[in-house]
């Protein structure tokens, strides 16, 4: 069974930097990437990663957002710098291999002066 806990959210000024991680129970090698949602917009893919460790960045985030991957600790970060107010959002992280599909409940970070 694969579990996936997300934490690190919380509230930040703008220009602000938080870290999420994402500890995964299975193997993190399928851990695709980071999405976020709010209530106006459906959940989008905010970065990923590949089993490789090739890495990709939705736009609005690139330059400031990071994603990396520790394998002793079999966890997967988030470093997000320079945060915007539009940024605000749940953030989830993905897990899947072969349709066999995992999230995690998610951590909230708010963007707030």
């Known amino acids: 069974q694969v579990k996936l806990v997300e934490s690190g959210g919380g509230l930040v000024q703008p220009g602000g930097s938080l870290r999420l991680s994402c500890a995964v129970t299975g193997s993190i090698y399928y851990v695709t990437g980071w999405y976020r949602q709010t209530p106006e917009k459906q959940r989008e893919l905010v970065a990923s990663?590949?089993?490789?460790?090739?890495?990709n960045y939705v736009d609005s985030v690139k330059g400031r957002f990071t994603i990396s991957r520790d394998n002793a600790k079999n966890t997967v970060y988030l470093q997000m710098n320079s945060l915007k107010p539009e940024d605000t959002a749940v953030y989830y992280c993905?897990?899947?291999?072969?349709?066999?599909?995992?999230w995690g409940q998610g951590t909230q970070v708010t963007v707030s002066s």
């Open positions: 993905n897990w899947n291999f072969r349709g066999n599909e995992y």
């Open positions: 990663i590949t089993p490789g460790g090739s890495t």
